[in-house]
């Protein structure tokens, strides 16, 4: 079974600027979430859909974040305009909610250097 | 709202010793999960664990076991006879409300265990 893919591994950008990661989730996963970790912090929930709608954007910053999930399996999360402290890795994760523990799946993520 | 603590930001443990890392939690959910994620320098999230909150037992899977106190409302890992494969963050982690349906995970801020030879 295919893991959680995210493209890219690795981005530079100057402040101001604009980038996008996009996630694909293991299959038949309704779920996707994405995360922001920060250097020396856990993951912090930027946003949860669930099939194409959201669940929870309650800590996604909107002046300058967006995510879309418009089919309901894949998933880009845009950052525009970039700021210094956006540096960080960039999780995505998905669930199976129907039975048992309904542990994330998570990809390699996507780590972002703001300069 | 949820919160996850993680006390020890680093630890050491010679190899083929056990391990505990703790992490205390706070919730107003009735109903909520506990888990468990190891982070290797890969940086990819591994799950390690899993301990409801009306399991009457503590969760182990093979080399993990997870020493849930409900009253203390703790959940800390142990991990028996440490490898060097074992030198990773670990992170605590919990959902709450899951008759609600709201599913994300909330994180402690890790442990960075170090499995000296």
């Known amino acids: 079974e295919a893991g959680v893919a995210q493209s890219p591994r690795y981005k530079i950008i100057e402040k101001r600027q604009s980038v996008a990661f996009w996630c694909n989730p293991i299959?038949?996963?309704?779920?996707l979430y994405w995360y922001q970790q920060i250097l020396g912090q856990g993951p912090k929930l930027l946003i949860q859909f669930q099939n194409n709608g959201v669940v929870d954007d309650s800590q996604l910053p909107k002046d300058r974040f967006s995510a879309e999930r418009l089919k309901g399996v894949d998933s880009t999360l845009k950052i525009q305009p970039a700021k210094l402290e956006d540096s960080a890795v960039y999780l995505c994760?998905?669930?199976?909610?129907?039975?048992?523990?309904?542990?994330?799946?998570f990809g390699e993520g996507s780590r972002l250097t703001v300069l | 709202a949820q919160k996850i603590t993680q006390t020890q930001p680093g630890m050491f443990v010679q190899e083929k010793e056990a391990v505990t890392l703790d992490c205390t939690y706070d919730t107003s959910d009735p109903s909520y999960g506990l888990f468990w994620y190891k982070q290797p320098s890969s940086g990819e999230m591994i799950f390690l664990i899993y301990q409801g909150s009306y399991d009457q037992q503590n969760a182990t899977e093979g080399r993990y076991s997870l020493n849930f106190q409900k009253a203390r409302k703790s959940a800390n890992l142990v991990i028996s006879a440490s490898q060097l494969g074992d030198s990773a963050m670990y992170f605590c982690?919990?959902?709450?409300?899951?008759?609600?349906?709201?599913?994300?995970?909330?994180f402690g801020s890790g442990t960075r265990l170090q499995v000296q030879p």
């Open positions: 994760a998905s669930s199976l909610d129907i039975v048992g523990t309904g542990e994330l799946f």
């Open positions: 982690a919990m959902r709450g409300g899951v008759d609600t349906g709201r599913r994300a995970l909330t």
């Open positions: 299959s038949g996963h309704a779920t």
